[in-house]
């Protein structure tokens, strides 16, 4: 198949996300031609394991799907990828993304692509209206949006693709 580039997928630990991150996200940004780089933060990762979904989603790439740092040691497991989607995004993400903090590997790929003109970056929060009260979470988006970053309201995650060719 033809691949339109490599493609970041990035998940956070949001209700339902392993219900349908592969399914209605995943499958479909393949299905498009896309290579994915998946990179999930480790508090989603047991998510996954106890839905039987890691396996699926490892199958659909052959990039070793991410939520650990690389050792000093090794080399970077693939260049920066050519867009990103980072679908859902917890209100903790969303808060360290926006002060560029990147403890852990998602947020470290997200960071570093933020601000390159050639790669895209889509973010889908998914945050109830008790998170988004935090005095700060305006500020947080605003300042994501004011640095390029597509920042979308709960849309289904086929749109979300569709952003990546507009
Ligand atoms: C079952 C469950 C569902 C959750 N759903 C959400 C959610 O939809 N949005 C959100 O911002 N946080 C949600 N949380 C809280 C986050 O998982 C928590 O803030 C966590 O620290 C996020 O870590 P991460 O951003 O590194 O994935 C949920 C927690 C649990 C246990």
Redesign the pocket.
Known sequence: MTTRGLLGLVA????GVESWFRTELAEPAARRGWRLAITL????VPWFEEAGELQALQALTDLRIRWQPRLPSQPKPYPTPDAFIFA?A????VAKLALGIGD?QALTALNEAIGVESCKVVVMP???AD?RRHPLWETHVTTLTDAGVVVVSEVAPGRLLDLLDT
């Open positions: 956070s630990g949001c209700g933060t480790p508090t989603v859902p917890s209100a903790n993400s852990n998914q945050a109830n998170k």
